[in-house]
């Protein structure tokens, strides 16, 4: 008697499964460093497109299809769909991070770079604040994007570095946030140590007060700081 009650009981509960709808969409997009190319109306803009879900049976909306709905938003990096216990539809949405900004062109439309080095489309909603590469392609601005992920994770170097100009052969220049000069690295070889070296020169010339008479600065020469003033 007691399985059969329960096989009763199960069967009651399928049976009512199968019954059930949906009443509410309820999706949270997950921040990223303050950034927000993805808002919950935008996503379910995308659902709405092809389910109002309020009023779909449970079994009959595909949580995979759900998925590859939101996923046509450039700016989308993850989803997880699951159904809540109150009879609503939750949708978690994770973002792309977009690292710097490639310019290529006066005529061709800028795009992002995230940091898995992949394209993104510019926002019409959000701008993001980060570096921006001057280079004549995404496959030429891998160096420069190289440099910016090595040093995004340092405070003083992120806060520093405003643009990255990819030149012949891919040499490497810095056009930074404070003082009018440019710096030329050359290539990403002895990174760390063209680094050090720029920043003693920048400390010893905010101590002279003098940081504003340089016009370029070479770090390609090996152990050296070759600084030109303007004149």
């Known amino acids: ?67 590859e709905w939101v996923q046509s938003i450039p700016a989308v990096q993850a989803v997880e769909a699951y159904p809540g216990l109150n009879r609503s539809l939750h949708v978690r949405v994770t973002q792309r991070q977009p690292l710097a900004r490639l ?45 910016i992920k090595i040093t995004s994770s340092d405070p003083f170097w992120a806060a520093f570095i405003d643009q990255v100009v990819v030149g012949d052969d891919r040499q490497l220049e810095i056009i930074p946030r404070v003082g009018g000069a440019r710096i030329s ?20 010339q905010i101590a002279r007060g003098n940081l504003n008479d340089y016009k370029r600065i070479d770090l390609a020469f090996e152990g050296q700081v070759v600084a030109q003033r303007y004149y």
């Not at 921040?31 to 009023?55: L, P, R, T, Y």
């Not at 993104?120 to 496959?139: M, Y």
């Not at 690295?185 to 010893?204: P, V």
């Open 1 to 67: 008697m007691l399985l059969g009650g329960m096989v009763t009981l199960v069967g009651f509960a399928m049976v009512e499964e199968d019954n059930a709808r949906y009443e509410r969409l309820e999706v949270h997009v997950e921040e990223v460093k303050g950034m927000f190319f993805v808002d919950a109306a935008g996503v379910q803009d995308a659902i709405f497109k092809h389910d109002s879900v309020a009023g779909t049976f449970v079994a009959d909306l595909s949580l995979h299809a759900i998925a």
């Open 103 to 147: 310019h290529t062109a006066q005529q061709a439309a800028d795009l992002y770079i995230d940091i898995d080095g992949k394209a993104l489309p510019l926002s019409p909603h959000f701008t993001a604040r980060v570096p921006i590469i001057h280079a004549p392609s995404l496959e030429d601005a891998s160096a420069a994007f190289d440099l």
């Open 185 to 204: 690295i050359g290539t990403l070889e002895n990174l760390q140590t063209k680094l050090d070296n720029l920043l003693t020169f920048y400390q010893a």
